[in-house]
């Protein structure tokens, strides 16, 4: 989220978290989040992301990764599998009326997703996940985050 102090009202709002069950239409349509719309104004990017889930970036988010990603050397390997796995996926979206991105078919074979998905808040973006991979995901993290979270210091 940028440079800003914590404990901002603007903090507050650009994080996304959160669980949320929700559809896809026979289009490849899915809701973001009530709660979340207002953030996607401007537009959306969704791509695949780590653990074969996709990732919806409002546009904001998607410039400053983008941002991010071009004050890395060229040259430097891990610039040019990121580029390619997420830079090479990315489909611009923006949500219908009713706050509907669609989702292209590449991308929803990527994630495995059907008519069912799980969305969930991840900072500064949000996660679509198969709603089986989600569970195995969480059952996978609950197993290692004590640890990490000692690792850590928290």
Known sequence: MGNRSPGTERDLEGY???EFAHSLDEKGRLA???KFRARFKEGAVVT???GE???VFPSDQWAELNA?????PRTDPAVARFRHFVLAGAHEADPDGQG???IPAHLREYASLESEAVVIGNGEHLEVWQPARWRAELASVQTKVESDLRDLGI
């Open 16 to 18: 996304f978290a959160g």
């Open 32 to 34: 973001i989040p009530a």
């Open 48 to 50: 695949r992301w780590i």
């Open 53 to 55: 889930c996709l990732a």
């Open 68 to 72: 991010d990603i071009l004050k890395r």
């Open 100 to 102: 509907r991105v669609v």
